[in-house]
Each structure stands twice: as C-alpha cells, then as structure tokens.
Nanobody, 124 residues
Framework: VQLQAFGGGLVQPGGSLRLSCAASGRTFSNYLIGWFRQAPGKEREFVAAISGSGGNTYYTQSMKGRFTLSRDNAKNTVYLQMNSLKPEDTAVYYC??????????????????WGQGTQVTVSS
C-alpha cells in the first residue's frame, strides 16, 4: 500500500483545513487508517484513526470535537477535517495504514505503511 498525505498549509488560529490521505495498492477497506503528527522537537503522537469500514473513529481527547475523520473507500481516500485550529496543532501530519484492527490503534508500531507527511502551520 502506498499512501500520500496532502492538504496541509498555513492557516490562522481558529481556521480549518482538510487533510487527505490517498492510497494505492491493495484493498483499501481492509486497512485501519491512522493520523499521527510530529511537532518540532517533539515525538510523533497519535491524532485519530478510522476503521476499514469507516464505522468506528477514534480521537485523542484534545482533538475531539475539533477534528473529524471520514473515508471514501471507493476513492481510496481518508479525510481529516480539522476545525478551530490552534498554534499547538502546528506539526507534520502523517497518515498510516494498518492491517491491525484491535484496540491499540494509537500505537505506531501497529501500522504497516506510512505516507510522507504534510506540514500544517497554524499562525497569525
């Protein structure tokens, strides 16, 4: 599976962005898709994940209510809608795909494929 994340950019605090993760290769609906982010000088952290069917979504507490995940398996794409963005959301955002479908969706090691990352900068 090859993944490509895009849609990042510069946005003012309180603004919105929609990130996309496009996949090619094997059956997309078989994969849990996760988003992680890495801010300068910090470790990469879990943001959100969505099950293969799209029926289950998982968010880090600080993102709940601001970020929304969805997927279109016909287009092999997952979308991360980010609203009410804050300067602390500034990071490189990565999408990843996992065959794993258990409860530890927040652990990087459970993901098999990674995209290249897209920069999100929240600044006035």
């Amino acid at each position: 599976v090859q993944l490509q994340a895009f849609g990042g950019g510069l946005v003012q605090p309180g603004g919105s962005l929609r990130l996309s993760c496009a996949a090619s290769g094997r059956t997309f609906s078989n994969y849990l898709i996760g988003w992680f982010r890495q801010a300068p000088g910090k470790e990469r952290e879990f943001v959100a994940a969505i099950s293969g069917s799209g029926g289950n979504t998982y968010y880090t507490q600080s993102m709940k209510g601001r970020f929304t995940l969805s997927r279109d398996n016909a287009k092999n794409t997952v979308y991360l809608q980010m609203n009410s963005l804050k300067p602390e959301d500034t990071a490189v955002y990565y999408c990843a795909a996992a065959v794993y479908s258990g409860s530890r969706y927040y652990i990087e090691a459970n993901y098999d494929y990674w995209g290249q990352g897209t920069q999100v900068t929240v600044s006035s």
